[in-house]
């Protein structure tokens, strides 16, 4: 997402590395393949290393091939061109607060700080809180780009985000609180989740959070790793205790935090859930952690009442248009993107599951399902001209259309006009 965020109207090529797995299976291969395309991929560059017996391609290649003819000789040039569409949101990308968050992770290693090889996109708060607010948004039926901090700090926040989600942001700059605040006032919402502003740019400590007057919280610059979390360290979970943890909750349980309808509390001085006016605009601090959601994701036991706690002051002032149903229920784990390209929309749903990788640039899918599925698309607005991008069969006009795929696949289906304007 951020690759493709920073990469205005899908310019550059992009690519992922792929590695298969034996033990995975070709259906994570296949998997991959199609939601990285659904995402804007150009390609997948394959590491060959044991792909072959001799001279010999192994049998799973033979299981492979039809996934890459599709993609690189049917669907491919479909996404040349293609502008990514989103509803309104941005997550703000802060690479200062990433550093901060670096910073205050490291505590518990102590000397040992060094055997971090490795870990930080596995461990670190920063990428953990930003992969759960991923989840939470596409789980509610949303999609959103990322906005750079610096690009906000020179122009401000784009006038076609009605959202700004701030996760994690410990660090900010008084001209970045200025802009974000200029965006709220003239009728954004800003929701940050904990931490915001309470360094400068540079990780220097403030006495008072950047954006406190926006939010109508008060930081001193007297707090301490006693006031956060469960007052050990200033970061949620133990990243030394829960180093290579089975599970997310084997992670998070590395301490014990005060919670709040299953999250945990971060700043003890503050209250949760303060929302202010500010200007024509809404202003959220949640003063919670929204780690636990990958917990509960994991465990399949996440619910609309999990994603409210964070989504609800999204879904106030933004709405979604796409819902997918299989048997009269939502499909489970559903994610839909959407572009458009000479005047139609081309629409993707999928599976989302979360995902696994390493510094080497490997990635695999956790716990994929590769079952025939059925579902129904149904739109808020009705559409003309449909068609099944996969079949090529033609579906007509209305606002619901059944899909046929396989759920390691993706189903595609174009239509015009354009998407909701936002």
């Excluded at 992969?131 to 750079?148: H, I, K, M, P």
């Excluded at 122009?155 to 410990?170: H, T």
Aim: a negative charge; hydrophobic letters at 35%.
């Amino acid at each position: 997402g951020i690759i493709r965020s920073f990469s205005p109207d899908n310019a550059l090529p992009q690519v992922t590395t792929h590695f298969h797995s034996d033990q995975r299976g070709t259906a994570n291969d296949i998997w991959q393949s199609w939601y990285y395309f659904a995402h804007g991929n150009r390609g997948m560059i394959g590491w060959v290393e044991g792909w072959f017996d001799g001279a010999t391609p192994r049998p799973w290649l033979a299981e492979y091939r039809d996934t890459l003819k599709e993609l690189g000789g049917v669907q491919g040039s479909k996404q040349v061109g293609a502008k990514w569409l989103h509803d309104g949101v941005a997550i703000y990308y802060s690479h200062p607060s990433i550093q901060v968050s670096w910073c205050l992770d490291i505590e518990p290693h102590g000397r040992t700080w060094g055997n971090r090889n490795g870990s930080d996109h596995r461990l670190g708060t920063s990428h953990l809180v930003r992969r759960a607010w991923e989840d939470l948004l596409t789980d509610s039926g949303l999609q959103y780009n990322f906005v750079a901090y610096d690009q906000v700090a020179t122009a401000g926040v784009p006038e076609e985000y009605k959202v700004l989600i701030l996760p994690a942001c410990y660090a900010l700059s008084d001209l970045e609180a200025e802009r974000i605040t200029e965006f709220c006032r003239r009728g954004g919402t800003v929701i940050a989740d904990f931490g915001c502003g309470v360094f400068d740019q540079h990780g220097t400590g403030r006495k008072s959070g950047a954006l406190d007057e926006l939010f109508g919280v008060r930081h001193d610059g007297t707090e301490t790793k006693a006031d956060w979390f469960s007052g050990k360290l200033w970061v949620e979970a133990d990243q030394d205790a829960g180093y290579a943890p089975a599970s997310w909750r084997a992670l998070l349980d590395t301490l014990s935090c005060p919670q709040q309808d299953g999250f945990a509390v971060a700043e003890h001085r503050l209250p949760v859930r303060t929302v202010r006016q500010v200007g024509q605009g809404t202003a959220v601090c949640l003063n919670l952690s929204p780690q636990r959601y990958l917990q509960y994701r994991e465990e399949g036991a996440a619910t609309d009442a999990h994603r409210q706690v964070f989504v609800g002051p999204v879904l106030a002032a933004v709405k979604p248009w796409v819902k997918v149903v299989s048997g009269g229920r939502p499909w489970p784990n559903a994610e839909v993107t959407y572009w458009t390209k000479d005047g139609r929309t081309l629409l993707f749903v999928m599976q989302k599951v979360a995902t696994g990788g390493d510094p080497a640039g490997g990635n695999w899918a956790e716990k994929v399902v590769d079952q025939p599925v059925s579902v129904t698309v149904e739109l808020d607005h009705p559409v003309r001209d449909a068609v099944d991008e996969r079949t090529g069969k033609r579906l007509g006009d209305g606002r619901s259309f059944g899909l046929r795929f396989r759920s390691v696949e993706a189903g595609m289906l174009s239509f015009t006009p354009p998407a909701p304007a936002l």
